[in-house]
């Protein structure tokens, strides 16, 4: 499994960005998706996944009514629309796929990883 995400970038504090990460190399649909972020000097946290159905979502508190996963498997791609930017979101944004297809909010869980997209906000 190959997974690409994108969609990282510079933005003000009360903003949005919209992060897909876009998969290949094996049915998508069967895949549990996680992103996670890791800011400078800090260890990587969860942020939010999404098992293989669209169906269960799972949030860390200090994202939780600000993002949004979600995942469109015609398009293999999976979404994490944020809002309400705050200047700690800065991090470093990575997916992650689970090939049994559930929701996971220990990065041991996951089974493959990808490149990192970075979010700057600033204040």
């Known amino acids: 499994v190959q997974l690409q995400a994108s969609g990282g970038g510079l933005v003000q504090a009360g903003g949005s960005l919209r992060l897909s990460c876009a998969a290949s190399?094996?049915?998508?649909?069967?895949?549990?998706v996680g992103w996670f972020r890791q800011a400078p000097g800090k260890v990587r946290e969860f942020v939010a996944c999404?098992?293989?159905?669209?169906?269960?979502?799972y949030y860390a508190d200090s994202v939780k009514g600000r993002f949004t996963i979600s995942r469109d498997n015609a398009k293999n791609t999976v979404f994490l629309q944020m809002n309400s930017l705050k200047p700690e979101d800065t991090a470093v944004y990575y997916c992650?796929?689970?090939?049994?297809?559930?929701?996971?909010?220990?990065?041991?869980?996951?089974?493959?990883w990808g490149q990192g997209t970075l979010v700057t906000v600033s204040s």
């Open positions: 999404i098992n293989w159905t669209g169906g269960s979502t």
């Open positions: 992650a796929a689970d090939l049994d297809g559930s929701v996971w909010i220990r990065s041991e869980e996951y089974d493959y």
């Open positions: 190399g094996r049915i998508f649909s069967s895949l549990g």
